[in-house]
């Protein structure tokens, strides 16, 4: 079975086609292609015990969620900045010139 991985943990994306080889009785999930492409040793491994590190599709994945042919698995950097601080940042930051525009027009009104 051809699966894709996408390799984003060093910065630069890295797609590779990767053949993964199923015994008769094996399932093919998601843990089951890192052991074999060589990322993982197992679920606790270091590597990828970090929670949301990778995905099919975009999606996260569970260790155990299945995979099928054409899939693409991708593996995720860590995030360096929270997504919610950056949005309340910019939110501050809109309001913040909101108040100031506000105080600037009631200061012309004045004179």
């Known amino acids: 079975m051809e699966i894709l991985?996408?390799?984003a943990r060093a910065g630069e994306s890295?797609?590779?086609p990767f053949q993964?080889?199923?015994?008769?009785?094996?399932?093919?999930?998601?843990?089951?292609?890192?052991i074999q492409a060589g990322?993982?040793?197992?679920?606790?491994?270091?590597v990828i015990a970090r929670k949301g590190c990778f995905g099919v599709f975009g999606k996260r994945k569970d260790w155990d969620?299945?995979?099928?042919?054409?899939?693409?698995?991708?593996?995720y950097s860590p995030l360096l900045i929270d997504p919610k601080?950056?949005?309340?940042?910019?939110?501050?930051q809109n309001q913040d010139?909101?108040?100031q525009a506000a105080a600037t027009e009631r200061k012309a009104r004045r004179l």
């Open 65 to 75: 969620s299945p995979i099928y042919a054409g899939d693409r698995l991708e593996l």
């Open 39 to 46: 990322i993982a040793r197992g679920p606790e491994d270091p």
């Open 85 to 92: 601080l950056v949005r309340r940042k910019k939110a501050n």
């Open 20 to 34: 993964l080889k199923l015994a008769e009785f094996d399932i093919a999930t998601v843990g089951f292609a890192l």
């Open 14 to 16: 890295v797609l590779k």
């Open 97 to 99: 010139a909101k108040f």
């Open 5 to 7: 991985i996408c390799d």
